[in-house]
């Protein structure tokens, strides 16, 4: 059974940090894309920054050069350090893994907020 279970989010004031975690279990990491993605009210569900094989990184325009994505296979955690964050970044982060090898391998967690104001 896959769980994904993340954690970290809260508010903080513009320009702070914050780090959130990914605590996967049920998969292998070497064959997953391991990603963040988050949803402001109102607005569709976006990615933010995918990782695969531990090295291969992506990341939206709008978070380039303030969001750093990782893995730690040791502990099967993902993390998404956000750094300089804007009122913008305001939403509902969610962790998705998805296979590389099977089209039925998609899983999502439950969602960590992240309310960036002052």
């Known amino acids: 059974q896959v769980q994904l279970v993340e954690s970290g989010g809260g508010l903080v004031q513009p320009g702070g940090s914050l780090r959130l975690s990914c605590a996967a279990s049920?998969?292998?990491?070497?064959?997953?894309?391991m990603g963040w993605y988050r949803q402001a009210p109102g607005k569709q569900r976006e990615l933010v920054a995918t990782?695969?094989?531990?090295?291969?990184?992506a990341y939206a325009n709008s978070v380039k050069g303030r969001f750093t994505i990782s893995q730690d296979n040791a502990k099967n955690t993902v993390y998404l350090q956000m750094n300089s964050l804007k009122p913008e970044d305001t939403a509902v982060y969610y962790c998705?893994?998805?296979?590389?090898?099977?089209?039925?391998?998609?899983?999502w967690g439950q969602g960590t907020q992240v309310t960036v104001s002052s």
């Open positions: 049920g998969i292998i990491f070497s064959i997953y894309t």
């Open positions: 990782i695969t094989s531990g090295v291969i990184t």
């Open positions: 998705n893994a998805r296979s590389l090898i099977s089209t039925t391998g998609d899983y």
